[in-house]
């Protein structure tokens, strides 16, 4: 058992509480194949497993790991990996990655950094759609993958293709779910497929098919406590908020508060969920090192929750004031200490499942009951 458990007294739109996260799949095995591009036997969850994707398949928990072997130049080279449970706790993983680098028409994208942070959601055709992070070794770019097994993964490369924001640094893509017959189907909200992403600053972005996106625009700085600069980014003319470039075409859903426990970023979770009372978006915060909140490691990273109006799924209607899981001395050495990190969000017999990186090294989860009304 680590962490610390949220506080009572949550608002009705909320998740939770949520119990301390436990840690899982510590004991991964011998999970070895031979990498395409390395030409060789890799270990490639032999350093760190962390940040998973979770979705319910067969009666199962599946979840859709990143591990790191020793090899790769930045930190590890990542690939994603499945591993699955009949009870969340114990899991069993793949020897093979799933989704990998190889010698296909992304290689330059996704190599030597590798594959990074997946999200995982149901599809309404019954097949699941996983958003991912292609790492090249110097800028991450927000990818798509489709699947009718979860083992097998048909790549469609960038979600912002065909936009201005391809070869901009993308990440993090949270598709807008509703709970189906026990399970978290993207959900359409005015007829369009919306999905929240971005790192520092959460944006939107929108689809007709869950594969190719539109991110949101808007012809107005979003922020009073933004202030320009025209001499940002090479001259593209970006809007600035501490240390976070925001292009002035892109809509601001959400920011960093001073103060608080998300003061230097924030940054999208699991899928968000469709409910009664709205979207609700479970997301990232780091603490900045200088103005954050007291008492909070430095670049520490807590989770916290928003609700967005479903009738503009771009207007923030409620946030919790204070992360609802917070990291634990036992968390803070790895490879990046203080870390709690939510990614993986099933419904499971009867209660939130939430798989979370700890330290950007492990794995845990934490469960919550699913409240009524």
Not at 6 to 19: I, K, N, Q, V, Y
Not at 188 to 208: F, H, K, L, N, P
Request: hydrophobic share 35%.
């Amino acid at each position: 058992m680590t962490g610390t458990a949220m506080p009572e007294g949550l608002p009705d739109w909320a998740l939770g509480p949520f119990t301390p996260p436990r840690r899982v799949l510590e004991e991964r095995g011998d999970v070895t194949f031979s990498c395409p591009l390395s030409h060789g036997p890799i270990a490639w969850a032999a350093k760190d497993a962390f940040n998973p994707g979770a979705v319910v398949h067969d009666g199962r928990i599946c979840l859709l790991v990143r591990g790191e072997d020793h090899v790769g130049r930045y930190a590890g080279t990542s690939r994603i990996g499945l591993a699955t449970s009949t009870d969340g706790y114990h899991f069993e993983l793949d020897p093979e990655p799933v989704l990998a680098p190889g010698n296909d028409r992304w290689q330059a994208w996704e190599w030597p950094g590798g594959l990074e942070d997946p999200r995982v959601v149901v599809s309404p055709d019954g097949g699941y759609v996983c958003t991912y992070t292609a790492f090249d070794g110097k800028v991450g770019c927000l990818f798509v993958a489709t699947s009718d097994d979860l083992r097998c993964w048909t790549k469609h490369g960038p979600a912002f293709a065909q936009t201005p924001y391809v070869r901009r640094p993308t990440k993090a893509g949270s598709i807008v779910t509703e709970l189906r017959d026990g399970r978290l189907v993207a959900a359409r909200v005015d007829g369009r497929y919306w999905m929240y992403w971005g790192e520092g600053i959460v944006y939107a972005a929108t689809s007709d098919d869950l594969i190719r996106w539109t991110p949101v625009e808007t012809d107005s700085c979003p922020d009073r406590y933004l202030t320009w600069d025209p001499d940002a980014r090479e001259g593209d003319g970006w809007w600035q908020l501490d240390r976070v470039a925001v292009p002035r075409a892109l809509q601001h859903i959400a920011g960093p508060r001073r103060g608080r426990f998300d003061s230097m970023l924030t940054e999208p979770g699991p899928p968000a969920l469709l409910t009664e009372h709205g979207i609700v978006l479970i997301y990232n915060g780091a603490n900045h090192y200088d103005g954050g909140a007291p008492g909070t490691p430095p670049g520490a990273y807590q989770p916290g929750q928003l609700l967005l109006d479903s009738a503009d799924p771009t207007a923030v209607v409620g946030r919790l004031f204070e992360p609802f899981l917070r990291i634990d001395p036992a968390e803070a050495q790895g490879q990046v200490g203080n870390v709690c990190f939510a990614e993986g969000l099933v419904a499971f017999e009867g209660k939130w499942w939430l798989y979370v990186g700890l330290a950007d090294s492990r794995l845990g989860v934490s469960t919550a009951p699913i409240r009524q009304g």
